[in-house]
């Protein structure tokens, strides 16, 4: 019998990842929904000194990491490593493990969406007209078939995303390092890419080379009254820089599923007309979430019994 400890979750309970992890013979101790700072989530582990951690945002650091005595695994509840200091889980001989396909139609479900809703216009007329605006003649939208489309990522998301578009007839852009020119999509350089692209859409993940991955100078190298999508993470974009485009018309708007800083964005992104903004909640349907619980819950419980995870992040077996 292993000691489990989920650090958060952004549900209404731990009622599917207890079960998975009870029903193999284990104790789950779960920490509050709401995902409390790096400190407490350390004492928290060396108060209770797990086998494995679970992760849904809470931060496990290195120091969360070094303290537990027998430490096999910590499960990212969701895609993301950002917020897990994997290198220091390798070292000490603990798998680093995440559910990276469990969204891909949701996240690139919301991706065409909030395209959708800028060539269309949906957002904004639905405002103007809840507010006492009738003008249909005030309408400045886009035929979508008839847009260059760039997509920043190509992994699974980026490549349903594509798949999505191409049937709207996009002419698409990709630029990522396996990306390569096929009948879908056209592999270019990033300055190329944000040139000639109507719309742009972030699907690569938050690295350090990818932070503020779009900042001010790649701002400026965008194609004039062009439309940024931003659902991978929001640190991946400049606010500032967002906002001086914003404000300057370079932009026509943005769609933001993610922003540097939440769930407490800036204010002046927040309350902008020409951007969509939703709560980091593209990941998110009642069948992705239970099956991302139930997956990552038993991501652990095989770790736990002796066996690599399925989707490991990490190879600490080859450590020297």
Excluded at 215 to 239: E, H, K, T
Aim: glycine share 8%.
């Amino acid at each position: 019998m292993a000691l489990v400890l989920q650090t958060d979750f952004a549900w209404a309970d731990d009622s599917v990842e207890r079960s998975v992890i009870e029903q193999a013979g284990h104790v789950l101790v779960s920490g509050p929904s709401t995902p409390m700072a790096a400190a407490w989530i350390e004492d928290f582990v060396a108060r209770h000194d797990p086998q494995a951690i679970m992760t849904c945002w809470g931060e496990v650091t290195a120091r969360a990491i070094a303290g537990p005595t027998d430490l096999r695994i910590v499960q990212r509840i969701g895609v993301g490593l950002d917020n897990i200091a994997v290198a220091s889980a390798t070292l000490r001989g603990a798998w680093v493990a995440n559910v990276p396909d469990y969204c891909v139609g949701e996240v690139s479900d919301h991706a065409v969406g909030l395209l959708l809703a800028w060539a269309r216009g949906i957002v904004a007329f639905d405002r103007e007209a809840k507010l006492g605006g009738w003008n249909p003649a005030s309408a400045r939208l886009r035929r979508v078939s008839d847009l260059t489309v760039g997509l920043v990522g190509y992994g699974r998301i980026g490549r349903a995303t594509a798949s999505k578009l191409r049937a709207f007839g996009c002419r698409l852009l990709v630029n990522a390092p396996s990306a390569r020119t096929d009948d879908l999509v056209c592999a270019t350089l990033l300055e190329d890419l944000l040139a000639q692209s109507d719309v742009v859409i972030l699907h690569a993940p938050l690295t350090s080379q990818t932070h503020h991955l779009i900042d001010a100078r790649r701002l400026s190298g965008m194609r004039p009254g062009a439309f940024l999508i931003n659902v991978s993470r929001g640190p991946m974009v400049d606010n500032q820089a967002l906002l001086d485009a914003l404000e300057s018309g370079r932009l026509s708007g943005a769609g933001l599923d993610v922003i540097e800083g939440e769930p407490a964005p800036p204010r002046a992104l927040m309350e902008r007309p020409d951007v969509v903004i939703t709560p980091h909640v593209a990941f998110s349907s009642e069948a992705s979430l239970i099956e991302l619980r139930r997956r990552a819950a038993e991501e652990v419980v095989r770790v736990l019994a002796g066996h690599a995870p399925r989707h490991a992040c990490n190879r600490p077996d080859l450590r020297s």
